[in-house]
């Protein structure tokens, strides 16, 4: 990631697009100018790459149609500037090596015939900030429940995520969560759990309960993060729809080519579902909507980071359930492609 505040940047592209501006028409072409037209490539390429790590990737200003757009905006601007025409694109680069590359944008002009300055800036978001994020959803929403006779009913097993992370999007190693459930104002038990490269599960039993049947799940949830830090609780509140209370259990879940449940994946990976075959998924930065079931994790729209997974068989409402995921960091390389037009 790019450490130096934006602010700086912004000065040291200012800086050479003045330089550049000086020479970009001059007929001879001189050391000093391809120099100069490489720096003025490696700082676009500098602001582009703090901009991914800062704006999408980590605070989530920015959504990837958002950043494209940015990135049009600074071309267009060196280009009134300048002259200068730039081309930007991005690499995936996986942990094989392999590279997919994404163009992002462009100056808004036809390619002009030129001098041709390429540079390349390799990113991986990150920080030294060790805040802790959190928070909890519920894997079905609404639970269901169903009247046995006047004096009983029977309640779903409620099952909750808590999820902690890191300001980029990395999973926390550690710490505890615990969930207190109500049925409307009966207490029904408390449970606990460690977290486990960001991610637990708790499940609680609700099974037959006596009285009248309740209509929402309430719970608190709380978590202590790994050297005891402490954040406030959290609330839930789940409908409580009539149904089968047993007949769904955890059908539905997100697995990897083993069939087994997954919840961290590596760019490059395949999501599966088992009984589902449509995902969306949520993160700070912007939802991703109507993914086929299985899905190849191979787009820039996939950063690093938790995202929250909505999976079901299209057209049936009662398996939609509500997973959460991992994306591990990975390396993307910005291309820069500047070219002086001479004459």
């Known amino acids: 990631m790019i450490s130096e505040p934006i602010e700086v940047i912004l000065a040291v592209v200012l800086v050479t697009i003045a330089i550049a501006t000086a020479i970009s028409f001059t007929k001879v072409v001189t050391k000093q100018e391809i120099g100069s037209e490489r720096i003025l490539a490696r700082s676009i390429a500098s602001l582009i790459g703090d901009i991914y790590s800062r704006d999408f990737v980590m605070n989530g200003n920015l959504t990837l149609r958002e950043f494209k757009n940015k990135v049009g905006e600074i071309c267009t601007l060196v280009w009134n500037r300048t002259g200068i025409w730039f081309n930007v694109s991005m690499y995936l680069v996986y942990l094989n090596g392999t590279e997919i590359k994404f163009y992002i944008n462009s100056t808004n002009a036809a390619r002009p015939v030129g001098d041709v300055v390429i540079v390349t800036f390799p990113v991986m978001p990150g920080c030294n900030n060790s805040e802790i994020h959190w928070y909890v959803i519920s894997y079905r929403d609404p639970y269901y429940k169903r009247t046995i006779d006047a004096n009983h009913w029977e309640g779903e097993s409620a099952r909750f995520y808590i999820v902690a992370y890191s300001k980029d999007g990395l999973p926390v190693q550690g710490g505890n969560a615990q969930v207190t459930l109500y049925a ?120 690093q980071g938790p995202y929250n997974a909505t999976v079901e068989n299209i057209g049936d409402s009662s398996t939609r359930a509500h997973i959460p995921i991992f994306i591990f960091p990975y390396t993307i390389r910005i291309e820069v492609i500047a070219i002086a037009p001479r004459g």
């Open 184 to 303: 409307d104002a009966t207490l029904i038990t408390t449970e606990g759990a460690q977290l486990i490269n960001g991610i637990c599960k708790i499940t609680i039993d609700v099974g037959i309960q006596e009285g009248s049947p309740a209509g929402k799940y309430h719970a608190f949830v709380d978590y202590t993060g790994p050297n005891g830090e402490n954040f406030p609780t959290r609330e839930l509140w789940i409908d409580l729809d009539n149904g089968d209370p047993v007949g769904r259990a955890e059908n539905q879940m997100i697995v990897n080519e083993t069939t087994l449940p997954a919840y961290h994946f590596y760019i490059g990976d395949t999501v599966y579902g088992r009984s589902c075959n449509r995902m969306n998924l949520t993160s700070i930065r912007e939802n991703i909507t109507f993914i086929g079931l299985p899905e190849t994790l191979d787009d820039i729209i996939y950063a």
